[in-house]
């Protein structure tokens, strides 16, 4: 079992950038894909970027593709993603995700974290 928390959150004007942070707990961490995921107000959540246990393999949503990097360290047991030419559309909670296997489907996800508010202005 792994125990979740985002950090990084904020308010930010379009064009900006902001870096989310995933601390996990745990000794396993390393062994777990990650997942950023999204949802806005009004919508369903969805798959934002995803990263294998090893970090050799990473998957984007299309429409963050070229603007997001997610990226882990293991030996500080953290996930991140580096946001940049935030858009209002971007505009979310964020929430980090841990998984057997790497997906884009969030029931394949069973730890979460609490979430971490990003608020981009035109």
């Known amino acids: 079992q792994v125990q979740l928390v985002e950090s990084g959150g904020g308010l930010v004007q379009a064009g900006g950038s902001l870096r989310l942070s995933c601390a996990a707990s745990?000794?396993?961490?390393?062994?777990?894909?990650m997942g950023w995921f999204r949802q806005a107000p009004g919508k369903e959540r969805e798959f934002v970027a995803g990263?294998?246990?090893?970090?050799?393999?990473?998957d984007y949503a299309d429409s963050v593709k070229g603007r997001f990097t997610i990226s882990r360290d293991n030996a500080k047991n953290t996930v991140y993603l580096q946001m940049n030419t935030l858009k209002p559309e971007d505009t979310a909670v964020y929430y980090c995700?841990?998984?057997?296997?790497?997906?884009?489907?969030?029931?394949?996800?069973?730890?979460w974290g609490q979430g971490t508010q990003v608020t981009v202005s035109s």
């Open positions: 995700a841990a998984a057997q296997q790497l997906s884009r489907w969030k029931n394949q996800y069973p730890y």
């Open positions: 745990g000794r396993t961490f390393s062994t777990y894909n």
């Open positions: 990263i294998s246990w090893s970090g050799v393999s990473t």
